[in-house]
């Protein structure tokens, strides 16, 4: 039973958590209804610390697909649910948004949406400042230690005292001690695994060309269905870029399983085998007195090239003309199925997503409120959706924050 001694705050709407989704909500719910008192509770001693690192530090606000039925294809949980919502509110009424409050976006070749001014601190400004314009109540420092459901509002514990509302907002992202509070309350949680990571791989073939850039690959996670498509990076412990951060979010909960140790099948010119071996065929005529190893082909880095031809146990002096029936093949093994075994995982730069959260079944997303416990409402990672990275997380917060604010203000 919950025992509060001293004297409660009273707010009329208190969000946990002061990331972008919280503040997100809480600027439009104070502006649409002035009247109201709105707090937000961040544990740290300042919030929207995600908003600042995001994007390497430049903010990747959302991404420029405005089709619901295609921008919902980039969430691996959440595809179904989002559906609704996105035609409620989705890319172009983010940047609408952005540009009323003075934040000019701009899209980037790859879609990705970021402010022109390249610096998240231009995001986290400006909830700033609409948040202090409106009278937000921005607390810093108070952990929620317990929450507790009344008849008509909730009670909260924190570390720097009680506080009452009438409707409660979770926006903490992935937060273990928030989750373990709603499942203490009835909420069912979905347990996390990370789901945005890069592959760790220890292979010659990618030692010491760290920042090479595969433009156009295919990628199969090998004994399952997994496989992904587009620029594959050569980092310092492995691999990373779309093609395969794709996988780790698709691949979330099957990756978790095998405990990150697994083979990818790399098809580094999206080419079938015998057609490759064809192309290499014509050019040992073409090039015939050229080496092999300075002459690159299907437009790969000339990096890998070398690499993936030394992989294939031809001499870095060998000409064209001199390769063998085996070492053709080999080559065209490396080229369009080159075996790799990954060992671990990194975060993504500094951005944690995870696959879990709130059962996506305990919420209904006409309205973003709990089916369990009338008047409590969610936002943003703290429920089971995460997409790919490209701004997508962001645009699942916004959307999610704003719907709501109309669902808080209109009851």
Known sequence: MFQFATLSQRKDII???????????????A??????????????????????????????????????????????????????????????DTIAWFEERGVELKIEDDGRMFPVSNSSQTIVDCFLHEAKKHKVNVLYNHVVKSIQPEESSFTLETSQGNFICNKLLIATG??????????????HVISPVPSLFTFDIKDERIKDIPGV????VTVKVLGTDLISEGPLLITHVGMSAPAILKLSAFGALTLAKLNYNFNIEVNFIKQDSA?????????????????????????????LWKKLVL???????????????VQLNQLATQLTAANFKVTGKSTFKEEFVTA??????????????????????FAGEVINVDAVTGGFNFQN?????????QSIGKS
């Not at 969000?15 to 719910?29: K, S, T, V």
């Not at 420029?64 to 691996?76: D, G, H, K, R």
């Not at 057609?275 to 990096?303: H, M, N, W, Y």
């Not at 709130?358 to 409120?369: A, G, Q, R, S, Y």
């Open 31 to 92: 502006e649409q209804n002035p009247e109201l008192s709105v707090a937000i509770l961040e544990r740290g001693k300042s919030g929207l610390q995600k908003v600042k690192i995001s994007g390497g530090g430049r903010c990747n606000v959302t991404h420029a697909e405005f089709i619901p039925s295609e921008l919902v294809q980039n969430y691996p949980r959440g595809e179904k649910e989002l559906l609704g919502p996105f035609h409620t509110f989705m890319t172009g």
């Open 213 to 216: 850039v595969a433009k156009d």
């Open 275 to 303: 057609l490759c071996l064809e192309a290499l065929k014509d050019l040992k005529i073409q090039l015939a007195k050229k080496q092999v190893t300075g002459t690159s082909q299907f437009d790969l880095p000339k990096r």
């Open 356 to 377: 879990g959260g709130v059962d996506l079944k305990d919420i209904n997303f006409k309205t973003f409120e709990s089916k369990i416990i009338p008047n409590l409402y």
């Open 311 to 325: 992989a294939s146990q031809i001499d870095e002096n060998t000409r064209w003309a001199d390769l063998n029936k």
């Open 15 to 29: 969000i946990i958590g002061g990331g972008a989704a919280g503040f997100f909500a809480a600027i439009n719910i």
């Open 397 to 405: 917060a916004w959307t999610g924050a704003y719907i709501v604010s």
């Open 174 to 187: 992935s937060s273990p001690k928030v989750w373990r509070l709603l499942e203490q309350i009835g909420h």
